[in-house]
């Protein structure tokens, strides 16, 4: 059930593939180690073979979470959660029937966009995954019969299933956010799309509607006004005829007037045509043909005397002639004027008409562009308000899933599989210790070793994690403690026998020195098989140091 891999303390490179080193190697590079980062006049007190144990349960095909085996800290997540969304598409559903609505729909749903409810959930023992992907490549299987000196495990498989369990259904959920966001979003986006389109058509219909009408009145009236300025030519027409006419009757008139003195004169000329033929039958009657004329000349003086008064009265007749002939000019003027500016009159009453209808046009699209300036703002708050629950839906299941490893990260995973990180922890009689962590054999020098680590990243990550817990988690602190007492090589009898051959070993490599052998050995009896405290010699297999009685192993 459980797949038990590890991840050595020391490799080699072998060309271009890199194997992890013997037991006896190991021992050799971290006492060599453990005694070049020692601070000066330090003395090491134990050299512990101490194993980190890790869960790496997958949580899904492609998915899996780290545990810390020996920790018992929690990991907190924050998430958010929107209430309102039945509510929104219940409103959405029931007071959305039109665009103008949205402006409407969109205040009352916006408070139910935004206000989120924020809970915490914690998963215990969930580490940071990264540094184990670091170190992925270096991973093998456990031999089935090797017995690490593990830090103690305080979660057990059925502990971690159980926080896999947990782990995934806190996913789900985040999930579930997000798609049920995203339906909200889609939902709002097609109801409110549907609506704006209706609100365009109605605004390109209304507009065509007004131009045609526009255009339409444009036309009826170019009409009208062809027929009036017809009727106006006619009524200039008939104005000039009867003026004419009417300058006729008034020289028939003054014709007329002439008669009279025509009358005048016509009578003196019968007078004296009379006169003429009564004188002529006179005969030999001289004096009666005087008498006649003198008859006749008295009656001319007389009637001559008046003369002046035919004339005077055509005088008169003349100038009341000239008077009404000025007059009529006047008047058929007038006239002339009144029918031009009757036909601008009707001219403009057209052309303001024209006018009102366009203003009336332009009013209702402007009442239409406002309206649809008004809605797209609303849509648009409504659109960013589920965008930014969308995003933060997703930054949220983000955040959970930066804390899982892919799968393929590491060789040979199963669905439950236990992670042992070999170290050696040197403890120094300062109090101090050091975690020496797994690292690749140099190639030239073990006394320079230290910058051939596996990776700075899984390096930095879990000495900062041993250091966190060893202050903040006190049972993990006696658990480490008691895995140093028991793993301390410097106590271990078949120890001496180990460090040998891997001194050799790195002899026959090349990478020590016949001479630091001597001095690694040296080093070695001055430490070993002495009280981690008092630093009194102690018998192989001792339970208690017989000077301060320290207890030695577990
Ligand atoms: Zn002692």
């Known amino acids: 059930m459980v797949r038990n891999l590890h991840l050595n303390f020391l490799f080699k490179k072998e060309g271009t593939r890199v194997e992890p080193e013997s037991e006896s190697v190991c021992l050799a590079a971290a006492l060599a180690s453990a005694e070049s980062q020692k601070g000066r006049n330090a003395r090491i007190v134990g050299l512990s073979s101490v194993s980190f144990p890790f869960w790496i349960v997958q949580t899904s095909p492609t998915k899996s979470i ?10 907190e997540f924050h998430f958010t959660e929107m209430k309102g969304a039945s509510e929104v598409r219940r409103i959405i559903g029931s007071d959305l029937s039109q665009a103008t609505d949205i402006p409407k729909v969109a205040s009352k749903i916006q408070p139910l966009l935004e206000s989120v409810d924020s809970h915490k959930t914690d998963i215990a023992n969930l580490a940071e995954p990264s540094f184990i992907r670091a170190i992925g490549n270096f991973v093998r299987a456990s031999d089935p019969t090797a017995k690490p000196n593990r830090v103690e495990i305080r979660s057990d498989s059925a502990a971690a299933l159980k926080r896999t369990e947990e782990f995934r259904k806190i996913s789900e959920s985040a999930k579930l956010r997000i798609e049920s966001a995203e339906t909200l979003q889609k939902l709002i986006k097609e109801n409110y799309g549907a609506q704006t389109t209706i609100l365009e058509n109605i605004t390109n219909l209304e507009r065509d509607r007004g131009n045609e009408r526009v255009r339409m009145m444009e ?9 009036l300025t017809k009727a106006k030519e006619n009524k200039l027409y008939d104005l000039r005829e009867k003026h004419k006419m009417n300058l006729r ?3 028939a008139d003054f014709s007329r007037a002439i008669n009279d003195l025509e009358q005048f004169f016509t009578e003196i000329v019968d007078e004296i045509r009379k006169a003429r033929s009564q004188i002529g039958q006179k005969e030999t009657d001289t004096e009666g043909a005087i008498s006649v004329y003198s008859n006749l000349a008295s009656s001319l003086k007389g009637t001559l005397a008046n003369t002046q008064q035919p004339l005077d009265m055509m005088e008169m ?3 009341g002639l000239e008077k009404r002939v000025a007059e009529a000019q006047t008047r058929f003027e007038s006239d002339q004027m009144e029918a031009e500016s009757l036909l601008q009159t009707e001219i403009q009453e057209h052309q303001r008409r024209i006018d009102a209808s366009r203003n009336e046009m332009e009013l209702k699209a402007k009442e239409l562009d406002e309206l649809k300036a008004q809605v797209n703002a609303a849509i648009s708050k409504s659109e960013q308000s589920i965008e930014k629950r969308v995003l933060e839906f997703q930054q949220e299941f983000l955040n959970l899933m930066n804390w899982t490893l892919d799968n393929n990260s590491i060789r040979d995973l199963a669905p439950l599989t236990l992670l042992d990180i070999h170290t050696y922890v040197a403890k120094y009689d300062d109090k101090s210790h050091r975690v020496l962590t797994p690292c690749l054999l140099p190639e030239e020098s073990l006394l320079t070793m230290g910058g051939d680590t596996l990776s700075k990243e ?3 990550a879990i000495k900062a994690s041993i250091d966190d ?5 006190q049972s993990y602190k006696e658990s480490f403690g008691r895995a140093c007492m028991k793993g301390n090589m410097l106590l271990a009898a078949e120890a001496e026998q180990l460090l040998v051959q891997g ?7 090349r990478i020590l020195q016949r001479d630091d052998i001597e001095r690694l050995l040296t080093v070695w009896s001055r430490y070993s098989g002495k009280c981690p405290k008092c630093g009194a010699v102690v018998e192989a297999g001792a339970q ?11």
């Open 317 to 319: 007749k003349k100038a």
């Open 66 to 75: 780290v545990l810390n085996a020996s920790s018992s800290g929690r990991k």
């Open 219 to 227: 036309e009826r009236t170019r009409q009208e006004i062809a027929k």
């Open 503 to 509: 001194l050799e070993e790195l002899l026959r490599k």
């Open 458 to 460: 899984f390096d930095a």
């Open 544 to 554: 208690f140091c017989q000077k301060c009685g320290m207890e030695l192993t577990e």
């Open 469 to 473: 817990l060893l202050r903040s988690d």
């Open 249 to 251: 009757a008034m020289t």
